[in-house]
T-cell receptor, first 112, second 115 residues
Framework: DAGVTQSPTHLIKTRGQQVTLRCSPK?????VSWYQQALGQGPQFIFQ???????QRGNFPDRFSGHQFPNYSSELNVNALLLGDSALYLC???????????FGPGTRLTVT | DQQVKQNSPSLSVQEGRISILNCDYT??????FLWYKKYPAEGPTFLIS?????DKNEDGRFTVFLNKSAKHLSLHIVPSQPGDSAVYFC??????????????FGKGTKLSVKP
């Protein structure tokens, strides 16, 4: 039974560019959440997708957008990258209504 | 304003002894609490959770205690093992639109278990 998978593992981008990160949820899960983790901090909630719609959003600018596909997989897009966007981006999946979220290994994004 | 606080950045414990990790929260709307363990270069791994209607939940060597009046929870690991060395995150969620909402995390406590 595959857990949450994310791609790519690492990514280096230049300021001003755009990036797309991908996530496949744990088998049987229908809800995907995205988090940003800066060094020395806990993960910070970006948004959550259920039934292909953004259900809840954290305090992140519109440069951060997402999508959920019919197979429940999800993408996180970040436009106009800033140096401060350098972080570990975590995807978590869950069953709708449940509090327990299961995390993928993350994508390490470096913006230069 | 931090809604979930882990005031100890680090904790060192001898193998076989008890590890106690603490967490405080400020939002009284939180009704579900979780602990995650994180190794370097990996995503957080779910450990144990507790609903606000309970004051204790146990799973093997891990026990979580919740004191709602003090807005405080703790994770006890007995006995501690070197493989438990990791960063532990406390997280909380509140009901949102009829289901549990997003997780709000503390900054983490780095646990080192010495052989």
């Amino acid at each position: 039974d595959a857990g949450v998978t994310q791609s790519p593992t690492h990514l280096i981008k230049t300021r001003g560019q755009q990036v797309t990160l991908r996530c496949s949820p744990k088998s049987g899960h229908d809800t995907v959440s995205w988090y940003q983790q800066a060094l020395g901090q806990g993960p910070q909630f970006i948004f959550q997708y259920y039934e292909e719609e953004e259900r809840q959003r954290g305090n992140f600018p519109d440069r951060f957008s997402g999508h959920q596909f019919p197979n429940y997989s999800s993408e996180l897009n970040v436009n106009a990258l800033l140096l401060g966007d350098s972080a570990l981006y975590l995807c978590a999946s869950s069953l709708f209504g449940g509090a327990e979220q299961y995390f993928g290994p993350g994508t390490r994004l470096t913006v230069t | 304003d931090q809604q979930v606080k882990q005031n100890s950045p680090s904790l060192s414990v001898q193998e076989g002894r008890i590890s106690i990790l603490n967490c405080d929260y400020t939002n009284s709307m939180f009704d579900y609490f979780l602990w995650y363990k994180k190794y370097p270069a990996e995503g957080p791994t779910f450990l144990i959770s507790i609903s606000s209607i309970k004051d204790k939940n146990e799973d093997g060597r891990f026990t979580v205690f919740l004191n709602k009046s003090a807005k405080h929870l703790s994770l006890h690991i007995v006995p501690s093992q070197p493989g438990d060395s990791a960063v532990y995150f406390c997280a909380a969620s509140a009901n949102y639109g009829g289901s549990q909402g997003n997780l709000i995390f503390g900054k983490g406590t780095k646990l080192s278990v010495k052989p």
